[in-house]
């Protein structure tokens, strides 16, 4: 049964706008600070609005995370209790787009953008954690060709490879990005930290790997998997960059 437009949540994006845009000299921050025992991804002081997702979603299901669609990858993204949504992204230069749905899947909203600084620095290498469930921690590792493990303990390699954050109160995402990775084998690890007093709860890890993000030679493939108890290691994804 469709409910009337009035009943159904709104969506709106207050941050990336669509159009043209240039973000040379703007201060875009990605590693931010953790705050224990509860960290989640949020925008830090003075982030620029280049690096933003940002909005609000009127009417929201409460208590459900929305769904986040940035150039294709679908994660979920954590609704405030005033419907509030706000989290740090590194776009890269040229065509992006960000898609907000409402929790219910009901509403959605879509922002396209393309930025025409050719200086900025891209991802050529990202990988994506997510997961379906509230007050769970999992955590990703990477392990890179020559050894390097980026990981909540060591969120930033000698490479210039990093991971943003690492989110303890559920849903993510937590991303390890990097400018210029190096060529050879990649090993993508999940571990379920833990889930409070409910140590079997049943929470779906989705990982999705994007290679040479914004060319023509861009790649992006994701995986599911099931991690049934607190303390579980799976290797997700062992991969070859060439």
């Known amino acids: ?25 703007a201060s875009e921050e990605y590693t931010q600070a953790v ?21 609000r979603i009127a009417g929201a299901v409460k208590g459900k995370p929305a769904t986040l669609v940035v150039n294709g990858v679908a994660m979920p993204m954590e609704v405030g209790e005033d419907g509030s949504y706000g989290r740090p992204y ?9 898609e ?23 991802a050529r290498l ?19 060709p020559d ?10 390699l000698k490479d210039g490879g990093a991971l943003d954050v690492d989110v303890t109160t559920g849903y993510g995402p937590e991303i390890f990005s990097s ?8 090993h ?12 079997a709860m049943l929470t779906v890890a989705r990982i999705s790997v994007i290679t040479n993000e914004g060319t023509p030679r861009e790649k992006l493939q994701s995986f599911q998997v099931p991690m049934r108890a607190a303390g579980e290691l799976t290797l997700v994804k062992s991969f070859v960059l060439p």
């Open 1 to 25: 049964m469709l409910l009337p437009l009035w009943a159904q949540a709104q969506v709106t994006i207050d941050a990336p706008k669509s159009g043209w845009r240039n973000s040379a000299g």
């Open 35 to 55: 705050n224990y025992p509860a960290a989640s991804v949020n925008l830090q002081p003075g982030q620029a609005e280049t690096a933003q997702i940002r909005g």
């Open 90 to 98: 590194g776009f890269g230069s040229g065509s992006n787009s960000v």
């Open 100 to 122: 907000v749905r409402s929790p219910d899947g009901r509403s959605r909203a879509r922002t396209q953008f393309v930025d025409s600084y050719q200086g900025k620095t891209q």
């Open 126 to 144: 990202r990988v994506v954690l997510s997961w379906d469930s509230a007050g769970t921690d999992l955590d990703m590792h990477v392990v890179t």
């Open 147 to 156: 050894g390097g493990h980026a990981w909540y303990g060591n969120r930033v």
């Open 179 to 186: 400018a210029a990775p190096l060529k050879g084998n990649y």
């Open 188 to 199: 993508v690890y999940v571990n379920y930290y833990g889930s409070g007093e409910n140590t």
